[in-house]
T-cell receptor, first 117, second 113 residues
Framework: GAVVSQHPSRVICKSGTSVKIECRSL??????MFWYRQFPKKSLMLMAT?????????EQGVEKDKFLINHASLTLSTLTVTSAHPEDSSFYIC?????????????FGNGTRLTVT | GENVEQHPSTLSVQEGDSAVIKCTYS??????FPWYKQELGKRPQLIID?????GEKKDQRIAVTLNKTAKHFSLHITETQPEDSAVYFC????????????FGSGTQLTVLP
């Protein structure tokens, strides 16, 4: 089946530094990728929708200058947490779909546990 | 936009018993309703889904029902096993050009041996 690879799985960084998370579709072309944030024992909160070759669409309340999303190719989207702070510590998950629309399944990455010290 | 409510937030059942998780949605145009199982620190795994043209779908011990009129759908797990313990999320598709899932708040299911 379709595989989405997300790296790194865990990252610890110091406050003020930037962290890049990659999301790759391995055996299909992902026209749309989604980035979620998940707090402990909470649901997945959609942060942004990224379409290949265009600017990401951010959900209300998500700082686009802090969470930079780039979807440069049909198989790769990146999320960069800039000037990270302890409150950015969370579990980040990407998902990808081959064809935008209700009939195309979503494939999730394994998630990235970010800890900002 | 779409709003999905999920109940209960926690559910404990004895091994072998059934578990039912319920969700309601607000957007009557939503037409796809997947259910995900997420083990701690892992990716959500799609376990079953249902489309709006179907009222019920079953896959071994798992079944999902959909009531479009009432805008609610439910997950039923029969003969529960300890490995069924996880967080379960329901979701609904928003209408629009891009696929955006709205997730429910999740249900922590614990199956007691």
């Amino acid at each position: 089946g379709a595989v989405v690879s997300q790296h790194p799985s865990r990252v610890i960084c110091k406050s003020g530094t930037s962290v890049k998370i990659e999301c790759r579709s391995l055996d299909f072309q992902a026209t749309t990728m989604f980035w979620y944030r998940q707090f402990p024992k909470k649901s997945l909160m959609l942060m942004a929708t990224s379409n290949e070759g265009s600017k990401a669409t951010y959900e209300q309340g998500v700082e686009k200058d802090k969470f930079l999303i780039n979807h440069a190719s049909l198989t790769l989207s990146t999320l960069t947490v800039t000037s990270a702070h302890p409150e950015d510590s969370s579990f980040y998950i990407c998902s990808a779909t081959e064809v935008a629309g209700a009939n195309s399944p979503l494939h999730f990455g394994n998630g990235t546990r970010l800890t900002v010290t | 936009g779409e709003n999905v409510e999920q109940h209960p937030s926690t559910l404990s059942v004895q091994e072998g018993d059934s578990a039912v998780i319920k969700c309601t949605y607000s957007d009557s145009a939503s037409n796809y309703f997947p259910w995900y199982k997420q083990e701690l620190g892992k990716r959500p795994q799609l376990i079953i889904d249902i489309r709006s043209n179907v009222g019920e779908k079953k896959d071994q011990r798992i079944a999902v029902t959909l009531n479009k009129t009432a805008k609610h759908f439910s997950l039923h797990i029969t003969e529960t096993q300890p490995e069924d313990s996880a967080v379960y999320f329901c979701a609904a598709i928003e209408t629009g050009s891009a696929r955006q899932l709205t997730f429910g708040s999740g249900t922590q299911l614990t199956v007691l041996p």
